[in-house]
DNA sequence: ACCGCACCCTGAGCGC
DNA sequence: TGCGCTCAGGGTGCGG
């Protein structure tokens, strides 16, 4: 799942096939929740524009198109932004892998999860967007309109300080699991790095917000520093449906500590990582190393 | 103000 | 072989 580190990776490596072009065609499906601004205004308002930068705002990528405008992308759960061309298994389901060679690659064409193609009026390739389960977002904003998804961010978890945290725990009753997932809070946070957070500050995922001490939520400010520039070098985590805009996997699922390690041992003491739903997600600690 | 929970969606993995 | 079930999860929105 997408999380702040795969969105900066697919930034980065989609900034450049995006960049100073100029959009000759957009294609979608049909309309659905997906598309926040309906299929025909995108269509109709982006032919023509400039891309004149991409840049990430949590877990946002906003292309900024034209004078002013700019277009909105979350990848939800399983959002994939590649350019057209790209051959990988990843994109292909399980049964068709199934049915190749094991080195056997494909160029992926447009299918029926492909929600957004970005055709461009030079000879380069498309970028497009897909999304199987389609819990991720389109919206296009006029120049100089205001969004309340992004106003509502807060600080990016690349930036977050110990302070922030600890402030905005005061006399919460949430599980800190919870707080640190609240995009309000720590903007680009997500499961997985919430789980892996929480262990190098050891601290137990289901424990009050409240509880938190000042010394644990600079730990946990530090740590959301290590393990998101760390898995960004690394080219993010490549569990479930993420896949790099340049069709290759990330690496970081080979680091985590705890997250989806159930039964595993503890890396630093040995004891079986444990699984316990906290607010709805799953969490992953180790019940000695976590108080 | 705060908190828990339902909901959106589809594919994998399971038992039968 | 294939059906039906459960599970996963980001973010929003609602009811208590």
């Known amino acids: 799942m997408p999380e702040l580190p795969e969105v900066e990776v697919t930034r980065r490596r989609i900034a450049p096939v995006m ?3 100029t959009l000759r065609e957009v294609r979608t ?9 309906q299929p025909d205004v995108l269509a109709r308002e982006l032919r023509g524009a400039k891309v004149e930068g991409l840049v990430r705002a949590g877990k946002y990528l906003i292309a900024e198109v ?6 909105l992308l979350h990848l939800g759960m399983t959002g994939q932004l590649f ?11 399980a049964t068709a892998r199934a049915s190749l060679a094991p080195e056997e690659q494909v160029a992926f064409e447009p299918d029926p999860h492909t929600h957004l193609q970005l055709c461009f009026a030079d000879e380069g390739p498309d970028v497009l967007f897909r999304d199987v389960r389609k819990f991720g977002k389109v919206q296009l904003l006029a120049a100089g309109e205001r969004s309340e998804r992004l106003d509502k961010l807060g600080t990016d978890a690349l930036e977050i300080r110990g302070e922030q945290i600890f402030r905005a725990s005061r006399k ?35 424990r ?9 939520t600079e730990r946990m400010a530090c740590g959301f520093h290590r393990v998101m520039q760390r898995s960004i070098e690394t080219g993010g985590s490549s569990i479930s449906d993420y ?25 630093v003491c040995g ?9 709805q997600r799953s969490s992953h600690y180790c019940p000695r190393c976590q108080k």
């Open 172 to 206: 919460r009753k949430v599980a800190i699991k919870s707080l640190l997932l609240d995009q309000a809070v720590v903007a680009g946070s997500g499961n997985i790095y919430a789980d892996e957070v929480l262990f190098l500050s050891g601290v137990r995922p289901g």
């Open 243 to 267: 896949i790099a805009p340049d069709g290759s996997d990330g690496a970081y699922q080979d680091e985590r500590r705890v997250y989806a390690r159930t039964g595993e041992p503890c890396t």
């Open 29 to 37: 499906t049909a309309p659905s929740y997906f598309f926040l601004t």
């Open 19 to 21: 960049v100073g072009r």
């Open 83 to 93: 350019a057209a061309g790209v051959s990988s298994l990843r994109l292909l389901s």
């Open 66 to 71: 034209g004078s002013g405008a700019r277009l």
């Open 208 to 216: 009050a917000a409240g509880r938190v001490t000042r010394a644990e």
């Open 271 to 279: 004891t079986p990582i444990r699984r316990k739903v906290i607010g």
